[in-house]
């Protein structure tokens, strides 16, 4: 599938620091593996309703991560997939009496649009369910011929669906990712699409890897019947067949540690693909709205189109993003917001002064701070520092207001510095 236009990333000025990354599986910050292709997987979007700022903390997380790593001087093999084919998809494009692949497009395309106006850079393969069918089949195959999956059988399945399901501890280490306990494993199964209480399974923690056919589903061709893939197989499929096993970066919301990345890493380890499925698992908090859970149901999604629509700055949205760390649970707004505005008002003043403080010291500082498990938040503050020695003011509370009107000023080398490191380190643009 297409991906998106994205910026040119220019180097910066000094020396980049080695990436450390909080490691979910073993609940330590270790060093991202260097040397070689850097491959990064991140889960996309099921395409239905997109882009809230939970979706956009993601995305920017690790494009911040991505951005290091080239400044590091790394090559990124850096893959995401998009759900376009799943049951919420299904149900809102039936509410809405449209028809679903028609809906998917839209979202998809409405995401890419999201995605330039924050200024991700776009992943290298960017890949569809739809496309990654034969890709599912072929490892829904090596899982039943090795006994790691089981097929029901009519007698087993009272509803008549041969599904085919995984045997959750065919990898002989189920539950390193997550190091989640079973009643919490059982809980969050249930409540983030598994289906626990289905008949006919062995274990109630065995999950689904293909769906039998349904009237009104679509469905593929599979030599033990047609149906369409499970959840997590397809990125299991999608990141083994792009990135090899033992890569380095599996990636998304602190919501997909289990069932959905756990049960990636052991689809791909039970079917052969050698070795452990990633080397770091890096998750991100999720994020409410005046201190609120922010989900669908309660209505109070933020939209990063509905703030663009507003004139909201697309760089105030990152910088506000910045604000919490982003293995944090932390919440959205309007005085962030305008805190962000604030930041970014004072940094275009210092970048636009006659006299700006040097800025190589500062960036350094920069670079220290989102090598350490991308301290956003001590980032912010040694460029907040920077600025307000530059322009003279004591807080975050604006800078010159004629660098914020758009108008081409001439910078100083210290100036046009500390611009390209915002630019290409954090994405910011100023």
Request: proline share 6%.
């Amino acid at each position: 599938m297409r991906s998106w236009t994205g910026p040119a990333v220019a180097p910066v000025a000094g020396s980049a620091q080695p990436l450390r990354l909080h490691d979910t599986s073993t609940q330590v910050v270790r060093p991202v593996p260097r040397g070689g292709t850097v491959g990064l997987y991140v889960c996309g979007i099921t395409p239905y309703d997109t882009t809230h700022l939970g979706h956009a903390a993601t995305y920017v997380t690790f494009d911040l991560i991505n951005r290091l790593l080239l400044d590091a001087g790394e090559q990124v093999h850096y893959v995401q997939n998009i759900t376009d084919v799943d049951d919420p998809l299904f149900e809102r494009a039936a509410r809405d009496g449209v028809d679903w692949r028609e809906l998917g497009t839209a979202e998809v395309a409405s995401f890419r649009k999201d995605m330039e106006a924050l200024s991700i850079l776009p992943p290298r393969d960017y890949v569809g369910a739809i496309e990654s069918v034969d890709e599912v089949v072929e490892m829904v195959g090596q899982l039943l011929e090795n006994g790691s999956a089981y097929q029901l059988t009519e007698h087993d399945s009272p509803d008549g669906y041969e599904d085919v399901y995984f045997r959750h501890d065919a990898s002989g280490n189920f539950g390193y990712e997550s190091n989640y306990p079973v009643d919490v494993m059982n809980e969050f199964f249930a409540e983030r699409g598994g289906d626990p209480d289905r008949e006919g399974k062995r274990h109630p923690l065995d999950a689904l890897v293909w769906r039998a056919a349904r009237p009104g589903e679509p469905s593929w061709h599979a030599p033990w019947g047609d149906g369409r893939p499970g959840w997590h197989i397809e990125c299991s499929a999608i990141a083994r067949n792009r990135l090899g096993m033992g890569f380095a970066i599996q990636g998304g919301g602190d919501d997909l540690i289990f069932p959905h990345h756990e049960f990636s890493a052991a689809h791909a380890e039970a079917a052969g693909g050698g070795g452990r499925f990633a080397q770091l698992y890096v998750h991100t908090g999720m994020i409410g709205l005046d201190g609120v859970k922010m989900s669908k149901s309660l209505g109070n999604l933020v939209r990063v189109r509905e703030l663009v629509a507003e004139g909201i700055d697309p760089a105030a949205i990152r910088v506000g993003l910045y604000v919490g760390h982003y293995r944090s649970a932390r919440s959205w707004s309007a005085e962030i917001l305008e805190e962000a505005q604030a930041r970014l008002a004072l940094w275009r003043g210092a970048i636009s002064a006659a006299e700006p403080a040097p800025a190589a010291p500062a960036i350094e500082l920069v670079r220290a701070a989102l090598a350490d498990d991308l301290d956003t938040p001590t980032a912010l503050r040694h460029v907040d520092a920077w600025a307000r020695v530059t322009n003279g003011v004591d807080s975050v509370t604006g800078g010159d207001d004629a660098a914020g009107t758009g108008r081409a000023v001439p910078r100083t080398e210290d100036g046009a510095e500390m611009a390209s490191a915002l630019i290409n380190l954090m994405g910011v643009g100023v």
